[in-house]
Nanobody
Framework: VQLQAFGGGSVQSGGSLRLSCAAS????????MGWFRQAPGKEREFVAG????????YYEDSAKGRFTISRDNYQKMVYLQMSTLSPEDTAVYYC???????????????????WGQGTQVTVSS
């Protein structure tokens, strides 16, 4: 599975962005999909994840209530709708996938097998 993230850009604080992740090279039906981010000088961190059916979503505390992850298995797309953005959200955002039918709030954060190239999100104050 190859992943390509896009949709990043520069916005002002309080603004919104929608990131997209396109999968190719195979189906993502039985894949957990996740979004991660890495800010300059910081380690990559989990932002949001979604199970393969799309009926369970998980979020890092900072993303809860502001970000929404969703997926379209037919189109092989995963989305991250981000709102009320702040400068602390500035980072390179990566989509990731792992093939598993089961996931928990703990396991959704780790052990992804496939990664996209990242898309830059810059939020100015």
């Amino acid at each position: 599975v190859q992943l390509q993230a896009f949709g990043g850009g520069s916005v002002q604080s309080g603004g919104s962005l929608r990131l997209s992740c396109a999968a190719s090279g195979g189906t993502i039906d039985i894949y957990v999909m996740g979004w991660f981010r890495q800010a300059p000088g910081k380690e990559r961190e989990f932002v949001a994840g979604i199970n393969w059916r799309g009926d369970n979503a998980y979020y890092e505390d900072s993303a809860k209530g502001r970000f929404t992850i969703s997926r379209d298995n037919y189109q092989k797309m995963v989305y991250l709708q981000m709102s009320t953005l702040s400068p602390e959200d500035t980072a390179v955002y990566y989509c990731a996938a792992k093939r598993t039918a089961t996931v928990s709030a703990k396991t959704v954060r780790v052990n992804y097998d496939y990664w996209g190239q990242g898309t830059q999100v810059t939020v100015s104050s």
